[in-house]
Nanobody, 117 residues
Framework: QVQLVESGGGLVQAGGSLRLSCAAS????????MGWYRQAPGKQRELVAT???????NYVDSVKGRFTISRDNAKKTVYLQMNSLKSEDTAVYYC???????????WGQGTQVTVSS
């Protein structure tokens, strides 16, 4: 059974930083592409960042230069370092694990990030 447990969300002032973590179990972590999505109130869920099995990172344009995704295969954990936070970053952030060739996709329960201006 796949479990993805996020942590690290909270309330922060604009310009501040947060680090999200997602601990995975029930998967062969090293062969999964890992990522973070977010969903703001009244908006569709959007992809924020992914990190592949080869360590290649991809970001949505709105977070480039501010967010960094990383993975620790030994700890089965993916991180999202968020700097220079803006009010528009306020959302529930979800961890996602995608199996090779997109055969499956599993989601965490989400963690709330609130940025006050």
């Amino acid at each position: 059974q796949v479990q993805l447990v996020e942590s690290g969300g909270g309330l922060v002032q604009a310009g501040g930083s947060l680090r999200l973590s997602c601990a995975a179990s029930g998967i062969i972590f090293s062969i999964f592409t890992m990522g973070w999505y977010r969903q703001a109130p009244g908006k569709q869920r959007e992809l924020v960042a992914t990190v592949g099995t080869d360590g290649v990172e991809n970001y949505v344009d709105s977070v480039k230069g501010r967010f960094t995704i990383s993975r620790d295969n030994a700890k089965k954990t993916v991180y999202l370092q968020m700097n220079s936070l803006k009010s528009e970053d306020t959302a529930v952030y979800y961890c996602v694990a995608e199996a090779p060739r997109g055969l499956s996709r599993d989601w965490g329960q989400g963690t709330q990030v609130t940025v006050s201006s």
